[in-house]
């Protein structure tokens, strides 16, 4: 589970940084400066990582035998901007809760 957990933490940060750029950057550049060439790029690029996102956070999930309210809100995590930081913060702290009474049973 803690390759799922990595890689589930790799595409947060990643979806995470994407939709603050196109949030903060290429937006406001289409309607305050009519450029919309940041959005055109930036755009289809968030949403394809988000793809990966969204299998990862399933992957997770599964494994995790998270309940389906907690799987659903970690995976509407990637569209709000700052949520997925969040959401990586709290999943990690759910699977190491998870396996921390494991690792400490004999």
């Known amino acids: 589970m803690t390759a799922a957990l990595m890689r589930f933490r790799v595409v947060a940060y990643i979806v995470g940084v994407f939709l603050l750029l196109l949030m903060f950057v290429a937006m406001p550049f289409k309607y305050f400066a009519d450029q919309p060439m940041f ?3 930036i755009g289809p690029v968030h949403g394809f990582i988000y793809m990966v996102y969204l299998v990862a956070a399933f992957d997770l999930a599964v494994r ?3 309940p389906f ?3 659903v809100l970690v995976l509407l995590a990637g569209t709000i901007p700052v949520m997925s930081f969040v959401a990586e913060r709290k999943a990690t702290s759910w699977v190491r809760q998870q396996s921390e009474p494991a690792a400490v049973s004999i």
């Open 69 to 71: 309210v907690r799987t």
């Open 39 to 41: 959005v055109a790029i």
């Open 64 to 66: 995790a035998k998270w």
